[in-house]
């Protein structure tokens, strides 16, 4: 697909999911790398040409962002074309790699914390935390989910159909619910949107919510989430926007009046002090690790020197 | 209307609201004495078949329990029929008038709290809450009122409404968006199913964790409730019964595969310390009061004495 | 003195201090029945005229308002110019009586709390937090007081002078220094300003955070209070205004630019759940109390009946 | 039993228990009365002089105080020898009555908080909190009870085995395991020594960290007490001490060195706020109403009148 | 500037400021080694001496120990008088610029987390804090700032003034009404001291406090601090030193008696948990990145080599 | 000793102590190396062969893993039997040369944190944590430590003696006295079994209820750990079993029905929110660098690409 296609194919939504999106953005980069047959600056520019066209397309993914970084990583200084496209080459096929694999390293990792009999509450549907009850499940671990209804679009519907197809026990709750049923949790498991530098999850709505909940009851809140959800800007102090939506995702007009109005933010910010760890495909880390993780995604040398 | 036809009415949901069938409840026990022309050993037993037919048509209802306790209250001890007859009629005329005249007064002390330009978040459909808030309103005070959709019935949908009719400015959130918008509120109001001796308040799943996120951001979380509301039987230990109903309330059978459990609590428990102040007719009072004011429910010579 | 002239000397704030201006109040009131001849009817009304007279020379002294009502309790339903004025009489003595006995009884009753060796913090200068220091001091108690500055009045240089003229070593610190300090602190004793019916104290600015600082470390907080100053009209809802003050008790108009503002709010709510006992005449009890203090004040038939 | 042998019994720890000294000593005031054929001076003299005897008996024993103060209620004001005898007598039966009957009501009370397949943790070995347990077992409630050891005595293992003896499943820890199984409790049930006029629990060392580990977890931690637990005197002040025993309690010369000191408190003090509520035979009241049951205690006209 | 003048000036507080006291260090070991003759030993002998005579000039300044750090790293390995002169320059040019880039890039990327309307509440006089709102005011976002009047300097008095100049809407408040404002404030923002390895904040006297107050209130605290101000030798478990200085900065001689003990604490030590983010120059980092941030400061090959 | 010894010693606990263990498995890898005579391949094998033996007579213990990993860290890529036995050799000898002086850095390290006069409580017999008030002690300093009994195996008893023999006045508690002490305490320092990848500290029984108690009075915890107590494979989110030992040691069979079962967890888990650093031999650190030490175990490389 060439970079005009993907990036089109991204901002109609054919392509979605942070990981699908940044592989396909890779993959043009990658593309135009191995077909070029100009000179070093030509093909600079070209590649600058649609990095650009490719994060235009979806500004707010973070992912995105992550995979062009790393697509384009340590190209600058070298000095020739040639060693120019055997690094992007490298650098992509490196990323879609890990990214592909990804998902099953976070399943496996965060399996081991499930111990037989678990009582497992999630939230919306995250294929990272799904990813890890199945994983759980085909090791033959008993265990039961509690999934919440994730008003107003109610993904957990999604959810709990998956996870009856699977054969996993699942309860639906209210939203409401959440502290009622928290007693008789073990571990809740949620995915992630984005994370800030400072460990601050962003994630749909109600996420912190449970996570305050589960705090009170000293129930451990972990998130699952792939690395390149790490979002390098908010370093440099870039705020999260928190997407509000219309109303007619939460009441339909006939059953309000229009004096009504209707707030339907799509996400919320978890601190990390209610966050016990993460689960990633390099490891459980804690939330302050945000920082170091963002800083390898960046390079070694981006301290100091690189930032500005 | 008869003994009979009262506890029918109760029964098939005809009566409903705890003030109104607790009067109900008094007022045919009133009429039992009025109308009566036996003697006092034939009074008394009429009187106490009425009782536990009345008690009967709804058992967990702690507002009816306490509005018979309060018309039979000191009946035992009188001489004759005529006495009984006096006291009866002059308890029932006692309790309708102070049920009556408590929602004004509810209304009235708590507007006192809503400061112009306040913002409010209530829960559910309380009467108790929304006439503080209407009050406030017609005194003239500015203010927002934030309000929940309260899955599972979305009673939130008729707060609303109603409040938008009084021209009180109000919007609409998912109950999953109440920590997100906590920041910008300056007042959480809800009601009121029962109050334990202890100062636990029993309410509309999902209000525990509303006043975990108040008391988490320092917003004054105010419970609006009359004080038939508190319950004289958990100071013998009895637990308040949280109700689960049906799964047709949450979810449609067609959309849910039959292996999904589907949990529904009616109610969750909120503690003592979560609450700053009950606002009832009988004042501002810490939820702790709890105690003294079924005391005062039960009458004077119960400590030490009449309790077994 | 006359009742035009108490009230002039309170205006004047000629009498100043809570227990004067009550005591000053409730003598006028008992003066004018004493020197009395008219019948029943003139002597009420002369009473209530005074009573109006009186309130109105301090609105906000939650002192007066209860002297004054309990000079007139239970006068309205006697029957004879002769009753009213023994009951009114009667009720003043008592009031003056329990008044003038109560810091000697908070310094006896706070006192036992102290322990040889004790490290006590206290905030601006409460006559009722020295008088518990005083009494310990004089028991022969060895202790230490470390005393804040106290700004924008500095009371904290009163409160330090008055403490070392009785030779009870003592240290001051600026209001910034409390957490600094708190890890060697035994005890806090504060006074009251106003206490709610729910337990909530305001107190000179600055207390609410040293309530917080205590507790954060587990340092019992103790305020010090006669019952005068519970407030019985908080019970109907009422705020509690909190006073804002000029900006030259801050800073002078030459040392600081015209655009800036200056707050300077003279008092601060704390939330019971920061108070562990309150220190009063009628013993130590919790801040949930005040309800029952208040119940107490306002007579035995309020509840119920009384209330409107 | 006379005064004079009585005292001994009580303090030759031959009578144990703070029920039965209480009831011992109340029925040693009874005998004095019933059996006087003096004047009123004389008979009062003789109690008073029997009074000071029994309470020197057990200085620190509350509910010796509370047994003597209640069957000397009101008896001061008494025109005749006769009445003074017969209020004292019924005084004696009155408490002596409710003292019996208080543990089976607690037993009663508290044993309605418990659910089928409850795991309940206690500490030590308390009568009021075993009382509980025993009766949920006999009304055929299935429960599992986890029992801590309590170094230095260990009354766990009498705990234990009394439970076991009585068919109820129980597990005995350490007492540093208690944070290790807490989240697998569904209920914790303490006894009391003394409570306080502020609800500060005093109890067997360890108390009050189970009590914040309880909190931690939102486990609900309940205390069980007879109403003559609840201490008076703190109400003027009196900080309840501490009793610290011998290092032979906790170990043995041979095993220490002697430059090694041992401290062995005996009791601590469990703040109000981690008490979800106390059982006692008047009912489930929250702690906060330690103040009311001692007012009751000291009778209704204390308030304002008697307290000097 | 020679290496004595520098130390002198720095002395005698003529050259002030963690950053130009720095910067002023570094400068002068850089002219050293460029107009050295000598060999590679006497180079290194000179760099050394002068090395000791800067760091004495003021033991307690952690920026001139991490500018010396910086200026002198990786030198004593290399092989000839040349490559250790090139180096010393290299090292000392890369810390000035990055010194004097660090306030302006902290002012941008805080600046990043202001939003239109905020209100930001400020300690003392931080440039780095300063820096951020002027920043965000510059771009055109409309903030109020409210700024405590930090006794006993009144440093409060510069900012005020300071950001009146600048057109800032800015409100001034005494220390002690933190707490009353607080639930009105979207952001603190401080500066530092000193920063431990384990992320505690060594500031101004009354920082601690607001931080408990801001986390009480769910408020963002954040900390603004260039790199250099974090404190290497805390690694190795030293204590920061919290200076005290004299009585006179508090009160007069005239005002106070001279039994009266005057304490003051110029500094306290803020625990990581209460603060959200730090806004240094290489991006919003959690306290908890301290150490890697002095890991970095150190040195990569620090960790299980170099530490002894 | 040959591998088979080393691996027999260290199963029959001839070998005893974190990093005893660690070491011999290290030096017995070593000799291997430096005997060897064949080819790479045939060195590689028995190497491998020899370090699952090693690591098979002591699966649980992560220092032996940890000293494994760190000799044949790199190996696995050298060209020639020559390097890989350089190789092998430098690393064990790196690795033996700073555990032998970690507990050295620990103790210097931490003494720093010990003030004149502290009042330092500990927990159970741990090396290093002891190594620091040797330390302290040693150095002068006047301290005072209280230390828990810890049952069942009372190693405090261990702990007392060991002090009292260094002359540093010592106390000894029952574990159940510890939240009765806190309030006296300056510092508490504890020793690690293991620690996660999230900063999860695994110690004796009873460390968690300490440090939960410490934190909610405001007494630093610390926590002595050598870095190779730290799990690299809690990275992959392996739980860290809590061994249960036999009733045996906590009750003899005859003092306890066969009924009661006994549970006897050895150790327990500490969240990273209550531990205020950590004292390594690199340094004070925050517990939530635990993940930053084990990526250094891990080597460089380590992140998004030798993970699988």
């Not at 990272?128 to 085909?138: D, F, G, M, N, T």
């Not at 996870?163 to 209210?174: D, F, H, R």
């Not at 571990?187 to 400072?198: E, H, K, M, R």
């Not at 699952?224 to 509000?244: M, N, W």
Request: charged share 25%; glycine share 8%.
């Amino acid at each position: 697909m060439s970079v005009q296609e993907t990036a089109e194919a991204i901002r109609s939504m054919e392509i979605r999911g942070a990981g699908r999106i940044a592989r396909a953005g890779v993959r043009a980069l990658c593309e135009i790398a191995e077909a070029h047959s100009g000179d070093r600056e030509s093909l600079l520019k070209d590649l600058d040409d649609a990095k650009e066209q490719i994060l235009s397309s979806r500004p707010t993914a973070i992912s995105l962002w992550n995979g062009v970084q790393a697509a384009m990583h340590g190209v600058a200084d070298l000095p020739s074309a040639e060693s120019v496209k055997e690094r992007v080459v490298e650098n992509s096929r490196a990323f879609i790699g890990r990214s592909e694999r990804a998902m099953g390293s976070i399943g496996r990792i965060g399996a081991n914390r499930i111990r037989d009999g678990d009582v497992v509450l999630t939230h919306c549907n995250s294929h990272a935390a799904l990813s890890v009850i199945k994983e759980a499940h085909r090791q033959g671990k008993r265990l039961e989910v509690i999934a919440t209804e994730s008003r107003p679009w109610r993904q957990g519907v999604i959810t709990v159909n998956e996870l009856a197809a699977e054969g996993v026990p699942v309860t639906m709750i209210v939203d409401s619910a959440v502290r009622s049923v928290m007693r008789s949790v073990d571990l809740v498991l949620v995915g992630a949107d984005t994370i800030t530098s400072s460990g601050v999850l962003i994630n749909k709505i109600g996420t912190s919510q449970i996570a305050l909940i589960a705090s009170e009851a000293r129930v451990p809140f972990l998130v699952c989430s792939e690395t390149y959800k790490f979002s390098p800007v908010t370093l440099f102090g870039e705020l999260v926007e928190i997407e509000e939506r219309g109303r007619a995702e939460i009441i339909g007009d006939a059953d309000v009046s229009e004096n009504v109005e209707v707030r339907n933010p799509v996400f919320d910010a978890t601190p990390p002090e209610y966050i016990d760890s993460m689960v990633t495909e390099i490891g459980m880390i804690p939330p302050f690790a945000a920082y170091e993780v963002i800083v390898k995604i960046l390079g070694p040398d981006y301290i100091f020197e690189n930032k500005e």
